[in-house]
T-cell receptor, first 116, second 111 residues
Framework: GAVVSQHPSWVICKSGTSVKIECRSLDFQATTMFWYRQFPKQSLMLMATSNEGSKATYEQGVEKDKFLINHASLTLSTLTVTSAHPEDSSFYIC????????????FGPGTRLTVL | LAKTTQPISMDSYEGQEVNITCSHNNIATNDYITWYQQFPSQGPRFIIQGYKTKVTNEVASLFIPADRKSSTLSLSRVSLSDTAVYYCLVGDQGSARQLTFGSGTQLTVLP
């Protein structure tokens, strides 16, 4: 199957700093990438959808100025958590999907963010 | 986006066949049914996808009745390593919209 990577796999930062998470599709071109957040023992919650070369579409309740998404190429999307606070601590997961009508979403391994 | 309903949890024993059923009464014509497996602190892993009837791969089988209002993921001869959360998702893969995650089913395989 298709491979999606994320970097870093975990990060610890101080409150008020910004953190960037990268999501890459390694062996296919991803026209659409998605960012999810998952709290312990809960399901995945979609944060935003991004298409290459266009602005991301954010879900209701997700602050676009706090969670900056850039989808600069068909293989790379980044999520920047600006001025992170302890309540932003979570497991962030990206997924990517190709062009075809039946193309499946493939997920990255996730990034554990801990804000102190 | 079609909403899905799955059992919250299931227990099984090693070597048994496990069937997890998902209800999706308002599935649309263009919607596909996709199942994912997730282990703690990992991203979901694609298991199987289907549109109608039966689909089988090296990991699982997916049974979809004619009305497509439900689907059943079948795992044959489960092992302890199959303990995970299983998500059933329904959506139009060809659209720009994502698939909505429900609560999933926590499968626990016992020795």
């Amino acid at each position: 199957g298709a491979v999606v990577s994320q970097h870093p796999s975990w990060v610890i930062c101080k409150s008020g700093t910004s953190v960037k998470i990268e999501c890459r599709s390694l062996d296919f071109q991803a026209t659409t990438m998605f960012w999810y957040r998952q709290f312990p023992k809960q399901s995945l919650m979609l944060m935003a959808t991004s298409n290459e070369g266009s602005k991301a579409t954010y879900e209701q309740g997700v602050e676009k100025d706090k969670f900056l998404i850039n989808h600069a190429s068909l293989t790379l999307s980044t999520l920047t958590v600006t001025s992170a606070h302890p309540e932003d601590s979570s497991f962030y997961i990206c997924s990517a999907r190709g062009r075809g009508r039946t193309d499946t979403q493939y997920f990255g391994p996730g990034t554990r963010l801990t804000v102190l | 986006l079609a909403k899905t309903t799955q059992p919250i949890s299931m227990d099984s024993y090693e070597g048994q066949e496990v069937n997890i059923t998902c209800s999706h009464n308002n599935i649309a014509t263009n919607d596909y049914i996709t199942w994912y497996q997730q282990f703690p602190s990992q991203g979901p892993r694609f298991i199987i996808q289907g549109y109608k009837t039966k689909v089988t791969n090296e990991v699982a089988s997916l049974f979809i009745p004619a009305d497509r209002k439900s689907s059943t993921l079948s795992l044959s001869r489960v092992s302890l390593s199959d303990t995970a959360v299983y998500y059933c998702l329904v959506g139009d893969q060809g659209s720009a919209r994502q698939l909505t995650f429900g609560s999933g089913t926590q499968l626990t395989v016992l020795p």
